[in-house]
């Protein structure tokens, strides 16, 4: 193997490597000492001096990657596999330390999952994308394998046998001829002095004992003993409870506060002022009241008389408004994102023309757990507890904050009660860190449903105009797909006025049909309140205009909506990637497509009363495909049954990708059905459950998941790929049943 | 002065007596297995038994609990393996967890009301506990196997 970079690409952070090749000449397995119960722990020290080069990456959190962080293995007491990446249910602490101990040959039950901290050693700990796995596989294995081989090394020199007499087994390094064994403890010593293989060997995959294999989760005791911590449940010496009452809209400032009433509460400490933080981190202005329990700061924010101002507002937008600005936008396209042929002149020399508008509304994540942060500010230094999906973006932020550096900066990072994009943002711990710098003690800032309800960073509402082009002899020659909505660049870059071609390519511009003209473009939207990204971020739209779309035009054509898509796909081809690194291979959403086809029974009579809707998507370089079965009786929808077929390449955990693909159904079904969120002059106008429903267990339907292990050396996305199929089954299934065709979500409100 | 049973222990509290039962367990007796998931009672996340029946423990004040027995996810067994808790194991229920404690907690509730209750009964009861991960067939099939054995348990005793 070359130890030069070979390619001239730009490196690309999150692109899975070659083999063997993120071991290079600067990293290095420092030994970390440290006292563990009775023995010494020892992590394997390793230096790779021969250095396959690692493509030097522009990706600073990258540069102190240590390989070694991943695993620990004392010379006494339980080998210890890291997991660096946030737990919200997902499934990461099962999935990751499952491809650890598959090649290092241990058992997940004989050793302990750690949570790693917030720690430039890991390298980016960002958790989202669907990228956990995805990103890990290959380098997980190599650092098991390598640790194995360091192992193997390490007996046959103290039996001084050949090392390829030796096999690792169950923990143990075993001799071939003799039998005789070490475990990984009893030789931790003697594998420290050693350099490790720089180029370990995989196991075969026809070998894999826990890979592939369904496993349940490492967590579910903890979980279901209510032993498990999350935000909110981390207790520190001398620390107290705050909760904040917050600027209704981001440009809103403090005009007065009364805050006697509050103050005169039984528990409440004082009232302080958080200023408001911009950009990134979009913290609005808040008056925070400081209380010795949770109960008290509630009671004591609701009892807070602010005044606000609204100067700086520059407007106070409502959503019949913007609705309308979006829509009026498409007329005035600004950028142009997929341009096969001629769509134009295609469409207007055609013999037939179909056109419909579809639109989708602000929706907020909603995690079961409103945010929680405890934050404990010290002299040049700050501890901080939080449920994150990006420790180093949070890290940064707060170091920014005091104007310390990062490394005084300590993030542990708690369970999630759910995440979806929300957690992503460090909003709700800087505004811990900001308390606890005013009272000098550790501060746990608690959010509640109303507060996580109306300071969200929303899935951004988007209109779309399809328009489909059909020649004399009935064949689709044109597509022309227009769009606004505001872009969750605004996070980052609030000026962004557009949507972008990374969201456009997110199942709009990408689409797999074979379709001579092809036109993709885009109108300016400004965002109204905060927008960011929420699980399946702009598929969830795009799949939605396209596959409606889709399936109007197969009404159209009289043609069965599977079979239309099979037409139109074609034969089995790679379609280079816009947003997914390895572009779509066609022939995958095929065989989901026919699995899905063939499970549900598509070609079986429906029940009287009831309808069928399908739809597929790719995203996150994953596959899907969903049929449903509903009925609708005096508005109300019935869902029957779901099937869905994800091709995700490889399903480390099945059991968890199934569970996953089920709680997708669940979380589609929530944003098709009920889903909204709306503002009146700039300010949100739902503030919990009971106005902003979600789905329920009465309201869930079967659900029969199938899994394709279409691409089994490349493991693809699973947290994501389910959602956006959802809501144009259903829709098309609610046609199917009733003849009425829903082009807007939520549904609930086009039925009522 | 309040006085309840907590999993089985005597307390004697002195809070305000208007601060629900969620705050009282999580910030003076550091409890935190029951959750808070809206705190106006809509989505079942601080689910406890007063007395064997499933209540919110968000808009529960501490003065109605007066001489009760309450029994959180940390008091439903000794080592882990309530017989729903297993369930959980074996279906493996959970995702992210947080609904888990109270989804569990109204589950037991039902089960005492109900030991042996129809997949309907089981449906309409924990339609109080919002998953938002989604994780509400192995939910309704862990309860249901629960029951089910209940169901033999009976017929055996018969």
């Known amino acids: 193997m070359s130890t030069e970079p070979t390619s001239t690409d730009k490196p690309n952070e999150d692109a899975p490597t070659p083999k063997g090749s993120w071991l290079n000449r600067r990293t290095f397995m420092k030994l970390g000492l440290g006292a563990v119960g009775t023995g010494v722990v020892i992590g394997v020290a390793y230096q790779n001096r021969y250095g396959i080069a690692m493509r030097v990456m522009d990706y600073m959190a990258n540069k102190d990657f240590d390989p070694s962080a991943f695993i620990v293995i004392p010379s006494k007491g339980k080998i210890q596999l890291i997991c660096h990446r946030s737990e919200m249910g997902q499934g990461v602490r099962t999935a990751l330390p499952m491809i650890l101990a598959e090649e290092l040959e241990v058992k997940l039950e004989d050793i302990d999952i750690i949570q790693a901290d917030g720690d430039p050693k890991y390298g980016s700990q960002n958790t989202d994308g669907s990228t956990s796995v995805q990103n890990f596989y290959t380098r997980l294995r190599e650092a098991a394998a390598g640790t194995k081989e360091l192992f193997i090394l390490a007996a046959s ?8 007499k030796c096999y690792a087994e169950n923990g143990h390094i075993v001799h071939k001829d003799t039998k005789k064994k070490l475990s990984y403890n009893e030789l931790a010593l003697a594998a420290s002095k050693l350099t490790i293989p720089s180029n370990p060997t995989l196991k075969d995959e026809k070998d894999f004992k826990i890979i592939g294999k369904p496993q349940t989760g490492v967590d579910v005791s903890a979980f279901t003993t209510g032993t498990a911590n999350y935000g909110a449940d981390i207790h520190v010496p001398d620390m107290v409870y705050a909760c904040a009452l917050r600027a209704p809209m981001p440009t809103a400032t403090i005009q007065a506060i009364d805050s006697k009433k509050a103050e005169a509460i039984k528990g409440v400490l004082r009232v302080i002022k958080i200023d408001p933080i ?4 979009n913290v609005n202005a808040s008056v925070c009241v400081i209380a010795t329990n949770t109960w008290a700061a509630i009671q004591g924010k609701q009892a807070l008389n602010v005044k606000w101002d609204y100067a700086k507002a520059k407007s106070r937008p409502s959503s019949k408004e913007y609705k309308q600005q979006l829509k009026q936008s498409i007329d005035s396209p600004v950028s142009v994102y997929r341009n096969d042929g001629n769509a134009l002149t295609a469409q ?17 994540h909603a995690p079961m757990e409103p945010m929680a942060c405890l934050a404990h500010v010290q002299h040049n230094k700050c501890e901080i507890w939080a449920p994150t999906q990006d420790p180093q973006r949070a890290i940064k932020a707060v170091a920014d904050y005091l104007h310390i550096k990062t490394t005084q900066v300590t993030l542990h990072v708690t369970f999630l009660g759910g995440g979806f994009g929300r957690k992503s943002q460090p909003d709700f711990i800087l505004e811990a860190v900001a308390a606890s710098k005013q009272v000098r003690k550790p501060v746990r800032l608690q959010w509640t449903r109303e507060d996580e309800i109306q300071h969200g960073f929303y899935h951004a509402e988007s209109f779309h105009r399809m328009t489909a082009g059909f020649d004399a002899d009935n064949k689709l020659v044109s597509w022309r797909h227009e769009q606004a909505h505001p872009s969750m660049l605004t996070v980052m870059m609030p000026n962004t006025d557009a949507p972008t071609v990374f969201e456009v390519g997110m199942g709009a511009s990408d689409i797999p049909y074979r ?38 035009l197969a009404t159209l054509q009289k043609e069965d909506p599977i079979a239309f898509r099979l037409k139109h796909i074609g034969a089995p081809r790679t379609q280079k990637g816009i947003v997914a690194k390895f572009g779509q291979e066609t022939g995958r959403l095929i065989d989901v497509i026919k699995h899905t086809k063939d499970k549900f029974g598509w070609d079986k009579p429906t029940p009287k009363g009831r309808g069928k ?8 370089n994953s596959y899907v495909a969903c049929a449903m079965e509903v009925s609708c009786e005096n508005n109300i929808v019935t869902v029957h049954r779901v099937t869905m077929t994800i091709d995700c390449g490889l399903a480390v955990n099945p059991d968890s990708v199934k569970a996953q ?7 589609g079904l929530s944003a098709a059905l009920h889903g909204k969120i709306t503002l009146k002059d700039g300010i949100v106008e739902q503030s919990n459950f009971h106005d902003y429903p979600l789905l329920r267990m009465p309201e869930t339907p079967i659900i029969d998941i199938h899994i ?22 259903l829709t098309a299934a609610i046609f199917d049943a009733t003849g009425k065709r829903i082009r807007q979500l939520p549904i609930m409100d086009q039925l009522t | 002065m309040i006085k309840f049973t907590l999993n089985g222990k005597e307390q004697e509290l002195d809070v305000d007596p208007q601060m629900p039962l969620l705050w009282v367990l999580r910030d003076v007796l550091q409890q935190t297995g029951t959750k808070f998931g809206c705190g106006r009672g809509l989505c079942g996340a601080c689910t406890v038994l007063m007395d064997k029946q499933a209540i919110r423990s968000c808009i529960t004040p501490i003065s ?40 569990i907690m109204n589950a037991a509730g039902l089960l005492h009301q109900t030991p042996n209750p129809s997949r309907e009964q089981i449906r309409t009861h924990m339609a109080g506990n919002i998953c938002r991960c989604g994780t509400y067939a192995r939910i309704e099939n862990a309860i249901a196997k629960v029951a089910e054995a209940n169901k033999l348990g009976e017929k055996q005793a018969k």
Request: aromatic share 10%.
């Open chain 1, 157 to 164: 020199g103290t039996w001084k046998v050949a090392k390829d």
């Open chain 1, 278 to 281: 911009p950009a990134s981190t």
């Open chain 1, 348 to 364: 207007a020399s055609a013999a037939r023309t179909h056109q419909a508008e579809y639109h989708t509304p602000f929706l907020v």
């Open chain 1, 515 to 552: 379709i001579p003209n092809i036109r993709v473009e885009v109108g300016k939207a400004t965002s109204p309140t905060r927008v960011g990204w929420y699980r399946s971020v702009a598929n969830l739209w795009n799949a939605f205009a396209v596959n409606s779309f889709i399936n109007e």
């Open chain 1, 613 to 620: 809707g399908f739809a597929s998507h790719f995203s996150f």
């Open chain 1, 661 to 667: 693909m089920e709680g997708a159904v669940v979380f």
């Open chain 1, 708 to 729: 394709i292990n279409g691409k089994p050396e490349q493991p693809s996305g699973v947290g994501e790929p389910g959602v956006p199929p959802i809501p144009p089954a």
């Open chain 2, 64 to 103: 109605a609990l007066t001489g009760k027995s309450i029994t959180t996810i940390e008091g439903l067994s000794i080592d882990g393996n309530h017989p729903l808790q297993q369930a959980w194991q074996e279906f493996n229920v959970p995702q992210c967890g947080y609904c888990q404690p109270g989804q």
